[in-house]
């Protein structure tokens, strides 16, 4: 597939505008912009995947109810500095009054628009400030507003994360693009990790769902920062169809094309993600070879990412393969521990199952990397995974002593 | 059941000796002790649980097989400073070669000595030095040898864990004691935990296993440190009948006795681990009541003892409830938010899932303790479970960032 990288985000493809205000959500009085809106010039099919646990953020509940109602938006709203989540029937109220304020302001039926919130758990929403919020932030919509909208949902993340893409789909060139947030709270299924992907494509809604569903599978799915699944985790894609190419439908080779691409803007976000794990100060990118079925392979990938013992071994440049190994043998993927051959970067370490003599001042160079991949061969069978994390610091811990007070 | 505290551990029951010595086993000619040897005077029935890891490290194998063949020891070898995993047919030979060297030297049957290590991964053992390191132990073994026995098997353990109780069982009086080490790589089934526990109870061999089997779930496979289970954990028993008592057998009043004392003595064990786990500052303990069923209780506790930001939270002194609610609703059990109690020592937080406003500086007083009580009710069930583990502090990094090295 050819696909080129393009600038900006949500605002590249035809039709999307956004912005980030300062709505002073925690009452701070400090100009962090902490509210965005991202709104599509016409109604845009919509998809969307959720946090799996079961203690869902109010947001959580109302965007999913909007979206069981017919896949359509064409407005999101997103705050962060506050989850709006363990807020009870207070929580759902706000949730709702945000789409309602939103689909006032816009001019659009309440039912088009999303809802969305990060932050601190269990506090009740100021509304009256969230409601100058989104006054201020219709009034600032604009088609170069991304890079606002990215820095508005961050809540600990220390840079934001924006991507776009462009591909040829049977002769129309169709734009994708997307931002993200994370830092904390980063795991399968998934975090507080929040997604928000536009496209200009014109695709059935079966369709849409079928490829967010498939590419966060290989994307967000696949990163982990330390273990814990957030209550507030959404990733939403909307699709306009301003290219005006002729509709995707599922099983077809413009779906192979659009999911490609789709995964491709997914994956780079969700390692954005990884990378800026709280307190990380390095990527790690876990591929496991050879594994005994996709499902194995993708459970080993992530209990290795997410072992406390490798990641620490990580940040401290120690070529500690044993724990890698340790970790494998833990995670319920199905192998012979004889058979697995083991690489850090570009240095093998194991050789079936059984330590080598490698270059120390090789392997240190290599972990020192901003970047570090570590590869298992596990020899039992064909399937394989990809996870990214990140190692561990000091200033996780830091971060998450007292990250309410 | 009445039950009597007493000086000493595994030396305490009737016949038992032990001992640690310095065996230099990293070469690094200090004087740490790193090889302990335990003996009764008779041999003893004896039972075992041991690492559900797919790597196995040397010694569990060679454990396990000398179980399989005869439930019965004599003697127990343990070295700490290097695991012999990952050092393939090798690690075998030693294993083994470690059981026969105690087995010449106490001239006693080879088949009746286990063998334990712990440490690094991945080097092979110094068989001269550990051959050396032997024959030293089998000179010192002695009646008050348990506490260098307990330090010898130490890894970065700050301290030792040694306990003993006596009870009455039918008129005789049994005693029961232990020793175990943990700190790094703690996770339930099991982790680098060893625990090596001796009594002078006489009882069937079917009836030790079930009873060990049944206080491991509710001791070592109920604490948390990392979520690393290691190649290596290993929970022995030995019960030389010296007592002599009437034989117990398994479903009588007897067997509850001694059930009941033995998981008293694993948990306390446990809990020592769980409260000296690397870098640790507080014992955390996580009550979990009216979960739907045990299982569930379970996964709930050790989810939320497990969770890296309430952890976090624990060692910065920070209520944050919210994050306990979350490792709740993702560990698994089935609940419903909206009716959850929780509480942090005596400060409830929540009310039927909702936030409470409690005194900040009551909450900042009880996390500032040594032990950290968090209780949740879930009001699904009648089923309740405890998990401990510990707060996770910057030392964690620092132990864990260059272990190896």
Same mark, same amino acid.
């Given at each position: 597939m050819h696909k080129k990288q393009v600038d900006g985000s949500i605002c590249a493809p035809l039709g999307f505008k956004a912005t980030g205000v300062a709505a002073d959500i925690n009452g701070k009085e400090n100009s962090k912009k902490d509210l965005a809106l991202i709104?599509?010039?016409?109604?845009?099919?919509?998809?969307?995947?959720?946090?799996?646990?079961?203690?869902?953020?109010?947001?959580?509940?109302?965007?999913?109810?909007?979206?069981?109602?017919?896949? *359509?938006?064409? !407005? =999101?709203?997103?705050? #962060?500095?506050?989850?709006?989540?363990?807020?009870?029937?207070?929580?759902?109220?706000?949730?709702k009054r945000m789409c309602l304020l939103t689909a006032h302001a816009l001019d659009i039926p309440e039912e088009w628009v999303a809802v969305s919130s990060t932050g601190v758990i269990g506090l009740?929403?100021?509304?009256?400030?969230?409601?100058?919020? *989104?006054?201020? !932030? =219709?009034?600032?919509? #604009?088609?170069?507003?991304?890079s606002d909208a990215a820095i508005a949902i961050m809540t600990t993340d220390t840079f934001s994360k924006q991507f776009?893409?462009?591909?040829?789909?049977?002769?129309?060139?169709?734009?994708?693009?997307?931002?993200?947030?994370g830092s904390g709270m980063v795991h399968p299924n998934m975090a507080t990790i929040l997604g928000f992907i536009t496209t200009d494509a014109k695709i059935s809604p079966e369709a849409l769902q079928a490829a967010l569903k498939q590419g966060n599978e290989k994307s967000f799915n696949m990163i982990t920062v330390d273990g814990d699944t957030s209550t507030n985790d959404m990733l939403l894609i909307l699709a306009n169809g301003l290219a005006q190419n002729a509709e995707i439908?599922?099983?077809?080779?413009?779906?192979?094309?659009f999911a490609h691409a789709l995964e491709y803007v997914l994956v780079f976000l969700a390692k954005e993600v990884a990378r800026d794990g709280e307190?990380?100060?390095?990527?790690?990118?876990?591929?496991?070879?050879?594994?005994?079925?996709e499902e194995e392979a993708k459970i080993a990938a992530r209990a290795v990412c997410k072992s406390?013992?490798?990641?620490?071994?990580?940040f401290g440049c120690d070529a500690n393969w044993g724990r890698i190994l340790c970790a494998l043998g833990y995670s319920g993927a199905h192998f012979d521990p004889s058979k697995v051959n083991l690489f850090i970067g570009q240095?093998?370490?194991?050789?079936?199952?059984?330590?080598?003599?490698?270059?120390?001042?090789?392997a240190l160079k290599v972990l020192s990397e901003n970047e570090v991949v570590i590869r298992a061969d596990l020899n039992a069978g064909n399937a394989q995974a990809t996870s990214w994390g990140c190692d561990l610091s000091y200033d996780y811990v830091k971060i998450n002593g007292a990250y309410r007070t």
């Open positions: 709104w599509s010039e016409v109604p845009a099919v919509a998809a969307g995947v959720f946090t799996q646990n079961i203690v869902k953020a109010a947001p959580i509940q109302v965007t999913l109810d909007v979206l069981k109602k017919n896949p *359509i938006l064409q !407005a =999101v709203v997103v705050n #962060s500095r506050n989850a709006n989540a363990c807020t009870g029937e207070q929580g759902i109220k706000d949730a009740p929403l100021p509304m009256s400030r969230i409601e100058k919020g *989104i006054q201020a !932030a =219709v009034q600032t919509l #604009s088609h170069d507003g991304d776009a893409i462009q591909i040829d789909i049977g002769g129309t060139l169709v734009t994708l693009g997307g931002i993200s947030k439908h599922i099983d077809t080779p413009e779906f192979e094309l307190g990380a100060t390095k990527l790690l990118e876990v591929q496991i070879q050879s594994a005994a079925s406390l013992l490798v990641k620490a071994a990580i240095v093998q370490v194991m050789e079936k199952g059984s330590p080598l003599i490698f270059d120390e001042e090789t």
